[in-house]
Structure formats: C-alpha cells, structure tokens
C-alpha cells in the first residue's frame, strides 16, 4: 500500500473567482462602517490564532471529561468556563459550563435543563424575549406562557404574579432576560424571586438570558441582580458579542446538579454527552481566551465603560437634535422613533413597531453618531412625519 499522493495544498483559485471575493472583502468593509444596529463588536484582532484553523480540532463531548478525541482545546475550554464563572459569581465547585455556538444554544441549554428538572414545569417568559426562545419552547415541548412587558421591556412583574398564582401547582420555569434585544431591559431577579416568596412556591428553576448584558452587569458599580448570586441556575451569554468573535459563541453555565440529571456516557467518543451538539468548535474557545487574558478584566472594564458613555453621548446628542431617544439602566441600547427604510438600511439599524435603536458596541465612534444624526435630522427636514415615533 502506497501513501497517499496528493498534494495538500489546493491549486490557486480561478482569477475571476478571486476577485469575486476581493469585491465581497471590500463590501464588508464598507458595510463594517455602518454597522450600529446589531450587538456584535468588530474590534478584535486573533490573527495569531490563525494557525488553529489547519486542523481538525473539534470540542466534541464534556470539557470537563477525557475525550478520546485528542485534537480538542477542552483545556482552554475549561479555563473560559472558570473566568465566567468567575465573572457571574458562581461557586466553581457547583456550576459546570461550556462554550456554545451563541446565546441561543445556551438558553436552548437552560430550558432544556430546566424541563428536564421540572418534566412539569410551566416556563414563564415576556413579551420582550427574544425570537428565538418560543422555537425553542416547541422544540422540547415545554408548557409555557407568555406574560406582558413593561413599556421599558422588563417583565410586568403584576402580570407574572398573577399568571403564577394560577398555576401553583405547578413549578414555574422563569425564563428571565438581562438585556432584552430591542430595549436593553433587565428582568429583575430579586423582583421574581419575592414572587416566589409571597406565593409560598419552594421549587422552582430561574434560567437567564443574559446574551449581551451579561458581559456588561459584572463591570458596573451598581448592576441589577442577574447572576449565580442571585440564585439563578443557568445563564447564557454571547461571546461573539461584547467580547467579539469571527464565529458566533457564547457560554452556557448551569448548577452541577441539573447537568448531571442529562449527563450520558458515550462509548464512541470515549466522554460524556452533556452538551446540545455533538461535535462543537474547538476555536472559539481559544478566541474567547485569547481574549480573557490580552485584555483582561480591566480592559473588559475599561471597553464597557467606553460604550456605556458612547451611549450616553448617543441619547444626548439625540435630544439636542430634537429626537426623543432613551436607554435602560445599565444598558448601551439607545432607543428612538422609528426613521425611514433608507436611515434603517444604511445603518443597519434593528426596528420593531415603531422604535429603531442603536447599540453602542465598542467600535462605535462619537463620529458614527454624530453622522446618523445628521441623516436623521436631514431626512426630518424635508419630511417632518420621518422619525416621528413616540420612541
Ligand atoms: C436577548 C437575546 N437573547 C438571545 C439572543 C441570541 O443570541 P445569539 O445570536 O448569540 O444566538 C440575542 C441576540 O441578539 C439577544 O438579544
């Protein structure tokens, strides 16, 4: 038997194709200077990681747990794990974790866990939550029921008083967010657990979507309660976000106790199945690590403070142009009446009913700013109904 003989290296690219994606490297280039609409930063350098993507690493299985599948970066897995820990209070003798493919799979995480601590838990959820969690809730066929928000977009906390009260004989799942998606709002977890509280409910399960804000609340002097210290059981959050990633990651991190009830030993890969997909990214763990230590909890620190001031130049310099923008506590969502599918496009601005908004992440400059306002207060000028929302 001969060795194989091919060349390892692909021939070059056809000229036409390359330069079909020298156009498109180009185009997101452009597009990358008006990117102000959706919670992704741009600011984040792995070039030196580069080298990783020649193999085929794969996370598959527990991080925690020998895998046979030795092309893993577990290690480094584990060690992100620890620092998020670390960052939401947990006790790292009681929460086990993992780095997902983004918020979504981490909350798909949490309620997941939670049904199957709670076969009959009924999950409570706002208005405000994002799209991606009532898919989830058909998915795993959870009971659930949606409950009002607040015109800010944190939880009715009456409405879900009510609601619980009617089903007390069930367990309530409280699938709670810590920055919703369109207003930045924070379902308070104190708040939630009085409810417990007063209704005499001894058992129950808080899972927290915390994809943005999550890497906020830890750096703020005064943050709302949302984390392991709260009482909660589960939170996910984004790493692809704040922290910033080339791929889409997050974080799932729960209590030891509810993992172990779904912990499956799996002969073919020699570990534990513990996670939602088999085989899972082996490099966005080493971004986010990459990240953890060249930038460090200061550095962290010093980001979110750059973005929660570039929010506030946002809703001052809104007003100033006349423009009734506003943002919650803590958060570098900035809210404002709806502008016209032009404004949107060019900024990528996320919209829903009739408020637009823009978040502040860490590549937004005061000039971006200063420049959507511009195009606001012109297109106000020659169409006074433009942006006339109530925000
Ligand atoms: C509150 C909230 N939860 C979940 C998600 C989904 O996160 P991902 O896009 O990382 O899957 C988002 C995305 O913007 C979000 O805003």
């Not at 906020?216 to 704040?242: C, E, Y």
Request: aromatic residues 10%; contains cysteine.
């Amino acid at each position: 038997m001969n060795d194989i003989n091919f060349s390892l290296g692909s021939p070059p690219l056809r000229p036409d194709l390359q330069q079909r994606l020298n156009d498109f490297l180009h185009f997101l280039q452009i597009e990358a200077e008006h990117f102000l609409g959706y919670p992704c930063t741009r600011r984040f350098d792995y070039t030196p990681l580069y080298p990783f993507l020649g193999l085929p690493m794969n996370n598959v299985g527990d991080p925690f747990t020998e895998s046979r599948y030795h092309l893993n970066s577990h290690e480094y897995e584990r060690e992100v794990v620890r620092y998020f820990a670390g960052l939401t209070h947990a006790s790292p003798d009681e929460i086990w974790g993992y780095v997902t493919n983004g918020g979504t799979e981490g909350n798909m995480y949490g309620i997941y866990i939670a049904r199957e601590t709670f076969p009959d838990g009924l999950v409570y959820y706002s208005e405000a939550t994002h799209y991606s969690v009532p898919k989830i809730l058909r998915m795993v066929h959870a009971r659930n029921i949606m409950i009002k928000s607040q015109k800010n977009g944190e939880i009715d906390y009456q409405d879900l008083a009510e609601t619980i009260r009617i089903h007390r004989d069930v367990p309530p799942i409280i699938f709670a967010t810590i920055g919703t998606t369109m207003t930045g709002a924070v379902d308070n977890i104190d708040k939630i657990k009085q409810i417990m509280q007063d209704n005499a409910i001894p058992r129950y399960y808080i899972h927290c979507d915390a994809a943005l804000s999550g890497m906020i609340l830890p750096f703020v002097k005064h943050s709302q309660p949302f984390d392991f210290n709260a009482g909660i059981d589960s939170i996910a959050i984004s790493g692809h976000k704040m922290i910033g990633s080339p791929i889409p990651c997050g974080l799932a991190l729960a209590r030891k106790k509810h993992v172990e009830r779904i912990a499956r030993a799996i002969e073919y890969v020699g570990t534990l199945d513990t996670t939602v997909t088999g085989s899972r990214n082996a490099i966005t763990p080493l971004f986010l690590w990459y990240a953890i230590h060249t930038k460090g909890t200061d550095g962290f620190r010093e980001i979110i403070h750059y973005c929660l001031d570039m929010a506030k130049y946002a809703v001052k310099l809104f007003h100033k142009a006349g423009i009734p923008a506003w943002r919650n506590k803590n958060s570098i969502t900035v809210v404002f009446p709806k502008c016209s599918d032009s404004i949107l496009d060019k900024w990528q601005l996320a919209s829903q009913h009739n408020i637009a908004h823009i978040i502040t992440m860490p590549h937004v400059e005061t000039r971006h700013i200063d420049n959507l306002i511009a195009d606001i207060a012109a297109a106000r000028k020659e169409e006074p109904q433009a942006c006339a929302g109530t925000g």
